[in-house]
């Protein structure tokens, strides 16, 4: 498996694992959250990078060729992105720990807590699909781990073969 491959297979591991932990802050508390979730769009920006050909493929043929077989995904690719600059823009509005952290300080108003919920709920649901539509490479990755570590090792005949002539 090239390396990456293997990277961008550890990256989206990780930017889940971290969106689970992210997404469930009472139990981390407030400074953990708001530091974790801003790591994760860092994440997520680097996921894009990654993907950025398929995104500029895509985006340009939607006002020249018909992007049919693409167009389920690049609307769900397209709604998971802007549900998470709002989950990102509303966390931060509402921010207790890293908008003061840099002498910021914010109006409040109770509807970026509405909308921070609201916009997590939505990216829960549309995650479940990104993954979903995904996991055949997922899969694919972890069966290509698993046959660079299990696989015995290839013998070539013609390396025992000595030459007799003479
Ligand atoms: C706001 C969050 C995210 C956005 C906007 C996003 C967007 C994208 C885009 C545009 C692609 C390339 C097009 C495609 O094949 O569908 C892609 C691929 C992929 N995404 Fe995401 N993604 C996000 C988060 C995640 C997370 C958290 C995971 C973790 C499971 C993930 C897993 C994957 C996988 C496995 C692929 C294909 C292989 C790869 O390039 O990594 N994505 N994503
Ligand atoms: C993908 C990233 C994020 C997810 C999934 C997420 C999810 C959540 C959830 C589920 C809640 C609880 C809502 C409730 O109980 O009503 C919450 C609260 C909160 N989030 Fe986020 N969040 C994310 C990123 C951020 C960021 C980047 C910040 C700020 C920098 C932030 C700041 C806050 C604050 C201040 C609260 C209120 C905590 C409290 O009052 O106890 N969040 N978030």
Redesign the pocket.
Known sequence: MSKQNTF?LLL?LS??MT?LIVSAPRATGDTIHEWLGVALAGA?VV??L??WN??VDITSRLFTRPIKGHLF?YTL?LT??VS?IMIILSGLMISKTVIPFFGISLPQNIIWRGLHEFFTNIVMVL?GL??A??WS??VNMFKKIFSINSAPKAVMPSMNIQRKDG
């Open positions: 961008k989206d930017t889940f969106l997520i996921h894009l990654f993907n398929w995104i995904n690719n998971l992105f998470g995650m990104h993954v539509v995904h490479w997922i």
